[in-house]
RNA sequence: GGCGGGGUAGCUCAGCGGUAGAGCAGAGGAAUCAUAAUCCUUUGGUCGGGGGUUCAAAUCCCUCCCUCGCUACCA
């Protein structure tokens, strides 16, 4: 049976500054979900990347006194090295200044003009010199001396003129809407559809998609001064990575349209507006899905560097490691809604739910197996009711609703149910107390350490798309083999062999301890 | 200004017509296998204000207040 095919993609980070936590939260969401679904069964690719061209890096580069390349090469590599350390499972990353992306963009210019899509006209509009940006009526007042001025930046502005290849926008407003009406999963939070919907509906004017007033970035084809808007040229990279559209190792076929476009909120727009648009030009299907997600905020405030109240991937994964790391960003947050975060806050999140619930579970079972059952999977007898409800809980039914919450996209709501599992077991291993039943009933006790060990294997196994190296310890520690560790073996048809014998138990998620320096860290924060 | 979220226990939030819920925090107890972790019980809310519909409203309608987002071409 051919595998049916996954795509999801995280958007490309632009590359004027190193990866922020924000960058680190959506790359963990997509690496979570396209874990899950190899998991569960699907052919994934997973697709991140960088957006290297613009007027900003240019500018950036030029500050720093290097190439637009070696600057990009530069930021790109902390970005590559956060994918590293985040333990980040992508098939590619992709970077819009590698010769195929480029190749792919000058082949969809040329689609998009033979399609009657673009033309050559002017924008004009007020624009700032001294902050090279165009704006808006409602950005600008009038200055005494009767000179327009940008409200924000205090700088004059004037009228100017600049010749600009255009894309029909306009030509797709009714189409969108009734892509929105006919999909109404195709922007999700379904608020977020809300707010494209009524944007569309005030009507479109045709996008300005090229610059003549500098030059890093893709060269429009048959007219050298103009480069592509970076927006265009970014969001073909969805495409560009699958190799459109030449195709050489068919990765379009099988993998267009995308499942899923995992983005931030600023960026719905020109997910749901603009890239449908032109991918409509093109004669291609277009993507089932673009998610939203929120930010990240700390003590309800944006984090910024003037505040000090950043908080950096790096800083995390050295205080938490990777994988409570991606735990606490998945189980804090809300998928889909701003949310809040901490030192203090997710360190409570994971010493009360990795390490006492989960954690010290695992540990309390494992070591009464260790000491009491000669170190091997022990022996059932046979199994009372409660033995079943809880295998019932912890097997099928915790994988149905976990996999109800992954269609969602809900990775909190996904992990709370895990932690309600681990959670049932403590309760089970507290009420049958397998320290007394050993003098008392010592058969009984290897049917209740089996019945948790079994327990441990099943949320072992769900646990992968998180946590996935503390997971693969469990599954070690139970002794399932690496490749019985797909969502099919969960539930009682594969369940554990008795008297396999069973490695040492060490711990798998330690907890963390505060210490001295942090806590006055924290005083400050 | 227009459109759309949200305002529910100390905190984070669920419920969205039928006697106020969860987790965490707080209090009391049990247990001792375990990462002093776990389990049980429990305190705590006039569900933003006011009005209306209904046998019945946190839940529907009106209005007001507060808060957040969107309202195009830096990315």
Redesign the pocket.
Same mark, same amino acid.
């Given at each position: 049976m051919t595998k049916q095919p996954f795509y999801i993609t995280t958007a490309i980070s632009?590359v004027?500054a190193p990866p922020h936590i924000g960058h680190a939260y959506e790359v963990i969401g997509a690496d979570v979900m396209a874990r899950f679904k190899r998991l569960d069964g699907f052919d994934v690719y997973f697709l991140t990347g960088t957006?290297e061209?613009?007027?900003?890096v240019q500018k950036m580069a030029q500050s720093k006194d290097k190439t637009p390349q070696a600057f990009c090469d530069e930021i790109a590599a902390t970005f590559q090295d956060m994918a590293d350390y985040l333990n980040i499972s992508n098939d590619q990353f992709i970077r819009t200044t590698q010769e195929s992306h480029k190749e792919t963009s000058r082949s969809v210019w040329e689609k998009l003009t033979a399609a009657g899509d673009i033309y050559l006209n002017k924008?004009a509009?007020w624009y700032s010199v001294r902050d090279?940006?165009?704006?808006?009526e409602?950005?600008m007042t009038t200055r005494e001396d009767g000179k327009k001025i940008c409200t924000a930046t205090g700088t004059e502005v004037e009228w100017i003129e600049e010749e600009s290849y255009f894309f029909k926008?306009?030509a797709y407003e009714q189409k969108l809407l009734d892509l929105y009406e006919s999909q109404p999963d195709f922007i999700q939070p379904s608020?977020r559809r809300?707010?494209?919907t009524?944007?569309v509906k005030?009507?479109?004017?045709?996008?300005?998609?090229s610059?003549t007033s500098f030059d890093w970035g893709i060269k429009v084809p048959g007219d050298e001064k103009h480069v592509m808007?970076?927006?265009v040229d970014?969001l073909i990279n969805y495409i560009s990575a699958l190799g459109y559209p030449a195709d050489k190792d068919g990765l379009m076929k099988k993998y267009w349209p995308c499942d899923v476009h995992l983005i931030g909120?600023?960026?719905v727009?020109f997910h749901a507006?603009y890239w449908p648009a032109i991918l409509m030009s093109l004669g291609l299907p277009l993507p089932k899905r673009v998610f939203g997600h929120g930010f990240l905020l700390t003590g309800?405030n944006k984090m910024s560097k003037s505040v000090g109240n950043v908080i950096s991937p790096r800083a995390l994964v050295d205080k938490f490691g990777a994988d409570s790391s991606r735990y606490a960003l998945m189980r804090?947050v809300?998928f889909g809604?701003?949310?809040?975060i901490s030192w203090p806050l997710m360190t409570?999140r994971i *010493? &009360?739910e990795?390490?006492?619930?989960?954690?010290?579970?695992?540990?309390?079972?494992l070591?009464?197996i260790n000491?009491n059952c000669d170190g091997k999977v022990p022996q059932p007898g046979i199994l009372e009711d409660v033995d079943h409800a809880l295998l019932t809980h912890t097997g099928q039914e915790m994988l149905i609703n976990v996999r109800g919450e992954f269609e969602k996209l809900q990775f909190s709501r996904a992990l709370e149910e895990i932690v309600r599992a681990a959670?049932a077991a *403590? &309760?089970y291993?507290?009420?049958q107390?397998?320290?007394?039943l050993k003098k008392t009933d010592p058969a009984r006790m290897q049917t209740v350490l089996y019945v948790l060990a079994e327990t441990i294997r099943n949320l072992g196994l769900i646990l992968q798309p998180f946590v996935p190296v503390a997971a693969y310890k469990i599954l070690d520690q139970v002794g399932v083999a690496p490749d019985q560790r797909d969502f099919v073996y969960i539930g009682a048809q594969h369940a554990l062999q008795p008297a396999t014998p069973l490695p040492k138990p060490e711990?798998?998620?330690?907890?963390i301890v505060e210490e001295e320096a942090e806590a006055a860290q924290e005083k400050t924060a």
């Open positions: 632009y004027n957006d061209h613009g007027q900003k924008y509009g090279e940006a165009y704006y808006g409602d950005e926008l306009s608020f809300n707010e494209v009524s944007f005030q009507g479109l004017k045709d996008l300005s998609i610059r808007y970076v927006w970014a909120k600023d960026i727009r507006v309800g804090e809300t809604q701003d949310g809040d409570a *010493n &009360a990795l390490a006492n619930n989960i954690g010290n579970l695992v540990q309390r079972t070591s009464q000491k959670n *403590n &309760a291993i507290d009420e107390a397998p320290w007394t711990g798998v998620f330690p907890r």
